[in-house]
């Protein structure tokens, strides 16, 4: 049996034995969209719940695009070319594009311009949300749960924000695109710790296709609610990166109805765990580096049995990343058990601890193993997990253990599927 899995930019193919008891899970394929230009334009001219784009912003108004950081693989180069068209009513010195990266490294102007395309970074300003830099940001008060809302500064002052992104199945916010190009996209430090804390992060609705109840994305709404001058443009993909459907207009209408097509489109059922789960974290630039990989483990886990093994394969071009909050949290941690008791009883919240988190829970409960061709020995075992060489014979490895009748299952695209029990 060959299995295609996403992997980088191309796909690594395993050969397991047919004999065995496989079950392959990926989301329903869906056709690319038929010149997704046009219905980019359509939807954004027959909005959710809102006037059509260009009613919506006049002449004299200053105007943000937010859009997603090189780990997301939006399709700019279709989106923005459209919705600048639609607007051209505006003078370009009164646009501006704004990068939502969160805690993430600023992007290089080669990745911008790959992202962008030449003419576009060329002709507009672009300006990369720095969380850490509190002065670059505006205070707005506190959320509910009491923490702290600072928002970029140069992206708040803008008369109109309209906010472009995709929807995949998100997890620990549920769902990804609407709201989160806000927060944590354009927030402050302060914000998105308070969101990422360890007690929002260990709640069980705080997980993929959940938002109703679950703390992170209700508290991302309620930061997006501050901001009623904003439009939605968002997109839902297939595994080719191709666009299926688009979603615009009024934050919550658009991406409520986004969500609901992601939700057919991925959630599928199980009737029992599994002994082995295979997965990825759906190629690139997902995949990128092991930070971003705790995804595609966060989707295998939901289904593995309790003391069972998962094997991921995730290209990691960009590490762990080395020099990340991340990797030294990992690298100062001796065991997961440790690693979690430090996060839940350590009043300081660390950027990036809530991925290490999450990756201990998992390791309480399973056995995680990843095939990667970037990452070295060294670097895997420091971070706590063990290397694979060889896809095929760890999984021959796993059935000596578990039993020839092992169930074994298979996440081609990692995260772009949500398992989950009948």
Same mark, same amino acid.
């Given at each position: 049996?060959?299995?295609?899995?996403?992997?980088?930019?191309?796909?690594?193919?395993?050969?397991?034995?047919?004999?065995?008891?496989?079950?392959?899970?990926?989301?329903?394929f869906?056709?690319?969209?038929n010149?997704?230009?046009?219905?980019?334009?359509e939807?954004?001219?027959?909005?959710?719940?809102?006037?059509?784009?260009?009613?919506?912003i006049?002449?004299h108004?200053?105007?943000?695009i937010v859009?997603s950081?090189?780990?997301?693989?939006?399709?700019?180069l279709?989106?923005?070319?459209?919705?600048?068209?639609?607007i051209?009513?505006?003078?370009?010195?009164?646009i501006?594009?704004?990068?939502?990266? /969160?805690?993430?490294? $600023?992007?290089t102007d080669?990745?911008?311009?790959?992202?962008?395309?030449?003419?576009?970074f060329?002709?507009?300003?672009?300006?990369?949300?720095?969380?850490?830099?509190?002065?670059?940001?505006?205070?707005?008060?506190?959320?509910?749960k009491?923490?702290?809302?600072?928002?970029n500064?140069?992206?708040?002052?803008?008369?109109?924000?309209i906010?472009?992104?995709?929807?995949?199945?998100?997890?620990f916010?549920g769902?990804?695109g609407g709201?989160?190009?806000? $927060?944590? /996209?354009?927030? /402050?430090?302060?914000?998105?710790?308070?969101?990422h804390g360890?007690e929002?992060i +260990?709640?069980?609705?705080?997980?993929?296709?959940?938002?109703?109840?679950n703390?992170?994305?209700?508290?991302?709404?309620?930061?997006?609610?501050?901001?009623e001058?904003?439009? %939605?443009?968002?997109?839902?993909l297939?595994?080719?990166?191709?666009?299926?459907?688009?979603?615009?207009?009024?934050?919550y209408?658009?991406?409520?109805a986004?969500? +609901?097509?992601?939700?057919?489109?991925a959630?599928?059922?199980?009737?029992?765990?599994y002994?082995?789960?295979?997965?990825?974290n +759906?190629?690139y630039?997902?995949?990128?580096?092991?930070?971003?990989?705790?995804?595609?483990?966060?989707?295998?886990?939901?289904?593995?049995?309790?003391?069972?093994?998962?094997?991921?394969?995730?290209?990691?071009?960009d590490?762990?990343?080395?020099?990340?909050?991340?990797?030294n949290?990992?690298?100062?941690?001796? +065991?997961?058990?440790?690693l979690?008791?430090?996060?839940?009883?350590?009043?300081?919240i660390t950027p990036?601890?809530?991925?290490?988190?999450?990756?201990?829970?998992?390791?309480?409960?399973?056995n995680?193993?990843?095939y990667s061709?970037?990452?070295?020995?060294?670097?895997i075992?420091?971070?706590? %997990?063990?290397?694979?060489?060889?896809?095929e014979?760890?999984?021959?490895?796993?059935?000596?253990l578990?039993?020839?009748?092992?169930?074994?299952?298979?996440l081609?695209? /990692?995260?772009?599927?949500?398992?989950?029990?009948?």
């Amino acid at each position: 049996m060959k299995i295609k899995l996403a992997y980088g930019k191309k796909e690594l193919a395993i050969h397991l034995n047919d004999e065995n008891n496989i079950d392959i899970i990926e989301p329903r394929f869906i056709d690319s969209l038929n010149s997704p230009k046009d219905k980019i334009k359509e939807s954004i001219r027959k909005p959710y719940s809102a006037p059509p784009l260009r009613d919506w912003i006049l002449p004299h108004e200053i105007v943000a695009i937010v859009f997603s950081d090189i780990t997301r693989p939006v399709p700019l180069l279709t989106i923005l070319p459209v919705i600048l068209d639609d607007i051209s009513h505006i003078n370009n010195i009164k646009i501006t594009l704004f990068n939502a990266t /969160g805690t993430h490294r $600023m992007n290089t102007d080669k990745e911008l311009r790959e992202m962008l395309g030449n003419d576009i970074f060329d002709r507009y300003p672009i300006i990369q949300n720095d969380a850490f830099t509190l002065s670059e940001h505006a205070h707005f008060g506190r959320t509910s749960k009491g923490h702290d809302i600072y928002i970029n500064d140069a992206f708040s002052s803008c008369d109109r924000l309209i906010l472009t992104g995709f929807i995949e199945p998100h997890f620990f916010a549920g769902f990804s695109g609407g709201a989160k190009a806000i $927060m944590p /996209g354009m927030a /402050g430090i302060d914000t998105i710790l308070g969101n990422h804390g360890p007690e929002m992060i +260990s709640d069980p609705k705080a997980t993929f296709g959940i938002t109703v109840g679950n703390p992170i994305w209700e508290e991302i709404s309620e930061v997006g609610r501050l901001f009623e001058n904003s439009f %939605l443009i968002n997109v839902t993909l297939n595994k080719n990166k191709e666009i299926t459907g688009v979603f615009s207009g009024d934050i919550y209408s658009a991406h409520s109805a986004g969500c +609901s097509f992601v939700k057919d489109m991925a959630m599928v059922p199980v009737k029992e765990p599994y002994d082995i789960v295979i997965t990825t974290n +759906s190629g690139y630039p997902l995949d990128i580096n092991l930070y971003q990989s705790v995804k595609g483990l966060s989707a295998a886990a939901k289904i593995c049995k309790k003391g069972g093994s998962i094997i991921i394969a995730a290209e990691c071009k960009d590490g762990i990343p080395d020099t990340s909050s991340y990797s030294n949290i990992l690298k100062n941690s001796c +065991s997961p058990e440790s690693l979690l008791d430090h996060i839940m009883n350590t009043k300081e919240i660390t950027p990036d601890q809530w991925q290490a988190q999450i990756q201990a829970q998992i390791q309480l409960d399973v056995n995680v193993t990843i095939y990667s061709e970037n990452l070295s020995e060294s670097e895997i075992n420091s971070s706590l %997990l063990k290397p694979c060489e060889n896809i095929e014979e760890k999984v021959t490895e796993l059935l000596n253990l578990y039993g020839k009748d092992a169930r074994i299952c298979v996440l081609p695209e /990692g995260p772009q599927t949500i398992p989950y029990f009948e």
